[in-house]
């Protein structure tokens, strides 16, 4: 069976104490979960207190984002390695708002997979189209070609440590959801292009997660799709309740 997996993108949300607050009451209420990992991926600057604090809990920690680069003189830029070093097992890549105010190309995504892969972090990749693409009927090709380029010489070994958000843009923070029937109809897509380059057995056990104004009360059904492993949550995981009750959806 496939892992099923509910992750809060915080973005660049909380103050240092309300973060360490969110994450502690996070791990009270967390017992309840029996069905989903659950992993959270506050800024960078938490990311250390956190992995101290999760530690031995039934929570993970993933990065928001890492350099495309190793090391060097790139100002501002966090490493796979360093994001490793603090206690990540999980790094966000290639979120739309990542490719649309930081110009993230495809290529320059596959870079940070295989940084993030080297130094056993594992990605969670994004792809999704935006709202003209979805009116023009564009995003099976859209999500195609954002797969292909992210993948790029990804070995099936590799694959397996990989998992797929697709994330309609148009959805993300706007209240508008895909409907469950949107979701599936993507999901089934995307794993069967992972099923053309990596064959059935992968395409089966990768987890393909939804995100976009996914909250407690969209969950269920789109949970209940058989392609949809779960969801990148971005404003319901900034409070707990919401997140543990969307946790709790499968
Ligand atoms: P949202 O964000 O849940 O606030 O729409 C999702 C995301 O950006 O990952």
């Not at 979701?183 to 064959?199: D, P, S, W």
């Amino acid at each position: 069976m496939r892992t099923q997996i509910v992750a809060g993108n915080w973005k660049m949300n909380n103050t240092y104490s309300e973060g360490i607050d969110l994450i502690n009451q996070l791990i009270e209420k967390s017992d309840s979960i029996k069905d989903a990992q659950l992993i959270i991926a506050p800024p960078y600057i938490l990311t250390s207190e956190a992995a101290k604090i999760i530690k031995n809990k039934n929570i993970d920690l993933a990065g928001q984002n890492c350099s495309n680069h190793p090391d060097g003189a790139y100002t501002g830029e966090i490493s796979a390695s360093m994001l490793k070093y603090a206690g990540a097992n999980y790094v966000i890549l290639g979120h739309s708002e990542r490719r649309a105010y930081y110009h993230e190309t495809d290529q320059i995504i596959n870079e940070k997979i295989k940084l993030s892969l080297e130094n056993e972090l594992m990605p969670i990749i994004c792809c999704g189209e935006v709202l003209n693409e979805r009116e023009e009927n564009k995003q099976f090709e859209i999500v195609a070609k954002q797969i292909n380029g992210m993948l790029k010489e990804i070995s099936p070994e590799d694959i397996k440590n990989i998992i797929i958000a697709y994330e309609p843009v148009w959805a993300i923070g706007t209240g508008k959801t895909a409907t469950p029937d949107q979701a599936q109809e993507i999901h089934l897509f995307i794993r069967e292009k992972i099923k053309n380059i990596y064959g059935t057995e992968i395409a089966n056990n990768i987890s393909i997660l939804y995100g976009g104004s996914c909250k407690p009360s969209n969950a269920k059904e789109l949970f209940a799709n058989p392609d949809v492993d779960g969801g990148l949550i971005g404003g319901a995981s900034l409070k707990a309740d919401d997140f543990i009750e969307i946790a709790n959806s499968f």
